[in-house]
DNA sequence: CTGTGGTCCTGTATGC
DNA sequence: TGCATACAGGACCACA
């Protein structure tokens, strides 16, 4: 799924073919890729045109500035969202939910199987768009404050793995990368988020950083930044995982069976020895 | 205000 | 083989 990494993959590919283009007037194939839009469509398809100055992201989120003023195109990748530059207007693409000719006369498609990804026309609000509003910053955010991210972390009174995924408390993890980091640190997900000291919590960001770096590290290398802005793809599958997926495979470290659990309705996946409260039921 | 659980959606995998 | 069901999950939203 689309997590940090992933996403700040497909900005640089949309920086590399999409910045210094002029977008088109849209094509909205499937209304639901909008259903932000106030106005709908037709609004949409009005607003979300002009020459695209820069590829931005926070978090999981990205936008064009375009255009200008303050006008910017927001898009989120939900779980299976893409961008692909292609020589020609989609024809059979089942999944090609909106798309913007370009003025070299290619063609920019957001695709989403599952549809949970969106695009909007919206305006800036400071540093981010009004969309991006409630989004705390990223730790790839040269602003990011580490030790404000801990304390705020440690306030809550949720399980830690529910606070790393709100994107409100931090930006940019998702289930995997939220996993991996719990693996990594060796924290149960469910360990209440106000038991970590400030330390504990300082190493739970610098870990989730570290484990996005790296996959950043190897979508990046693992392929030409242009083939992923074209094909969408951005070396998920070139990953080494620790825990995630890896339900009744040896744990890395301690060689006991990873487990696979429900968790705030979402499956999460830990080494059961590795992963355990600290002594003292903390 | 904070925390939680339901919901949206469809391709793939599994079960009968 | 075919049909039904489970599953994947990011973020929004209603509600406690």
């Known amino acids: 799924m689309p997590e940090l990494p992933e996403v700040e993959t497909v900005r640089r590919g949309l920086a590399d073919r999409v910045v210094g283009r002029e977008l088109g007037a849209p094509v909205v194939a ?5 259903r932000r839009q106030e106005g709908g469509a037709a609004l949409f398809s009005g607003r979300a045109t002009g020459v695209v100055h820069s590829a931005r992201r926070r978090g999981k989120y990205l936008w064009l500035e375009v255009g200008d003023r303050d006008d910017v195109v927001v898009a989120h990748l939900g779980m299976s969202g893409q961008f692909r530059v292609v020589d020609a207007p989609p024809d ?54 580490r030790e404000a991210t ?37 924290t149960p997900p469910d360990r209440p988020a106000s038991r970590l000291t400030q ?34 793809e951005s070396g998920w599958f070139e ?16 060689g006991t069976a990873i487990v696979r659990e429900q968790f705030a309705n ?17």
């Open 239 to 254: 990953r080494r995982l620790d825990a995630y997926g890896r339900q009744d495979l040896p744990c890395r470290r301690c």
């Open 30 to 34: 499937h209304p639901r890729a909008v």
């Open 150 to 186: 801990a304390r705020a972390i440690r306030r809550s009174t949720s399980g830690v793995k529910r606070v790393l995924l709100n994107q409100s408390v931090v930006s940019g993890i998702g289930n995997i990368y939220a996993d991996e980091t719990l693996w990594r640190v060796g």
């Open 92 to 145: 059979d693409d089942p999944h090609a939910r909106v798309w913007w000719p370009l003025d070299d006369g290619t063609t920019v498609v957001f695709r989403d199987q599952r549809t949970f990804g969106w695009v909007l026309a919206d305006r800036m609000a400071g540093e981010v768009p009004t969309a991006v509003a409630h989004i705390a910053r990223d730790p790839f955010d040269p602003a990011f404050d």
């Open 199 to 232: 330390k504990d919590a300082i190493r739970l960001l610098d870990t989730a950083t570290e484990v996005m770096d790296e996959a950043l590290a190897a979508g990046g290398t693992s392929f030409d930044p242009l083939y992923v802005a074209v094909n969408g």
């Open 266 to 282: 979402r499956s999460s996946h830990r080494c059961p020895r590795c992963q355990r409260p600290p002594r003292g039921g903390g």
